[in-house]
């Protein structure tokens, strides 16, 4: 081929090199256009799914920030929300419920969505205080009068007396109760194998494990079953303000029930509505929505709105507070206590 053959080519492929390279900014330039003049959607939708007991402080916060970002974007919000057992709850978002954020009793739920991967890894770090965003702590409740001089867990183990809890193998709740008896036992210098001892005594005294914090809850009040019942601090708090009497004690060794939240990434993305989604979890930290958990019984995750004339008083500090960090992990007290097999099994195997 001669040099006119060469140089011809040279003109036929940088041509058609530049006609590909315009062609790229020209539909680049079009797609850009396009989105800088498309309409944002008039109405966004997110999905909140939550454990029962925060039914109450969510329907106070949503309207909050549906007025916020109407007022910040100019677009109108519906959230759709489900409320039930955390276990349960977990369940549906697993088997197909279309969440866009979990807020759940236990990190081990949270987890258990990360396992099947609609949540992705390090959604802890998301958000503040490792996306604790509810917290609370165990309480004794007793009948009126506390007739059983009930005062701190070493007075669970009294012979004759009946405690309401539930099944740590079906409650979330209960597993924090179960935690917390242990975390006491600890606490108060026991090894391990005293500790179990102490908590065997404890569940000696349960005549039946009830399925879960509802039902272990209408057995104590309204069927007036068993001396003393453990709950949640948050749920008699709420109880109260419906004119439910009660009256219950705080152990200064207790653990810290810390409720996650998360964004369920995977349905986020198929609803195209994370901007939206991530606004609303991160104004559930704020000291706005925190004042209304703080309202109905949970511990705002911001010691310092214990000050807020709104909630002032209403909870007694804890000295010693434990943690599920301090016991080794959602995953290591997982296959320690609950799984099959162990710690509880042995429990209830030995009170058989």
């Not at 810290?256 to 991530?278: F, G, K, L, T, Y």
Request: proline share 4%; hydrophobic share 40%.
């Amino acid at each position: 081929m001669g040099v006119l053959g060469r140089n011809k080519w040279r003109n036929r492929i940088f041509l058609a090199v530049f006609g590909l390279i315009v062609c790229g900014v020209v539909t680049s330039c079009n797609l850009l256009h396009h989105q800088a003049n498309a309409k944002p959607r008039e109405q966004i939708e997110l999905t909140l799914v939550s454990f029962a007991v925060t039914r109450t402080a969510h329907e106070a916060i949503i309207p909050k920030f549906v007025a916020k970002w109407q007022q910040e974007h100019g677009q109108r919000v519906r959230i759709s929300r489900s409320y039930g057992g955390s276990g349960a709850q977990t369940r549906a978002v697993a088997d197909g419920l279309g969440a866009d954020v979990v807020h759940l009793a236990l990190g081990l739920d949270t987890q258990r969505l990360e396992k099947v991967g609609l949540i992705e890894p390090g959604w802890e770090k998301e958000f503040p205080n490792q996306s604790i965003v509810t917290k609370s702590v165990v309480a004794l409740v007793t009948r009126p009068g506390n007739p059983q001089q009930i005062q701190d867990w070493k007075d669970l183990t009294k012979s004759g007396l009946r405690v309401i809890t539930a099944d740590p193998r079906t409650s979330g709740v209960a597993r924090w109760n179960f935690l917390a008896l242990w975390n006491a036992a600890i606490q108060s210098g026991k090894n391990e194998q005293q500790a179990k001892d102490f908590v065997s005594q404890v569940y000696r005294n349960v005549p039946i494990l009830a399925r879960d914090a509802r039902e272990a809850t209408d057995a104590f009040f309204k069927q007036g079953q068993g001396d003393v019942l453990i709950n949640y601090e948050n749920e008699l708090v709420l109880a109260q303000q419906k004119g439910i009497q009660t009256e219950y004690k705080i152990p200064d060794v207790n653990i810290s029930i810390d409720n996650p939240v998360a964004i369920v990434d995977r349905n986020v993305a198929r609803h195209d509505n994370r901007e939206v989604v991530e606004a609303f979890v991160q104004f559930l930290f704020s000291p706005e929505a925190q004042i209304e958990f703080a309202k109905v019984g949970f511990r705002p995750v911001d010691e310092k709105l214990l000050a807020n004339k709104e909630i002032a008083g209403k909870y007694p500090k804890v000295n010693n507070l434990g943690s599920v960090k301090e016991l080794g992990g959602w995953k290591r007290i997982q296959e320690k206590f609950f799984a099959d097999g162990a710690i509880f099994d042995q429990i209830q195997v030995r009170e058989r």
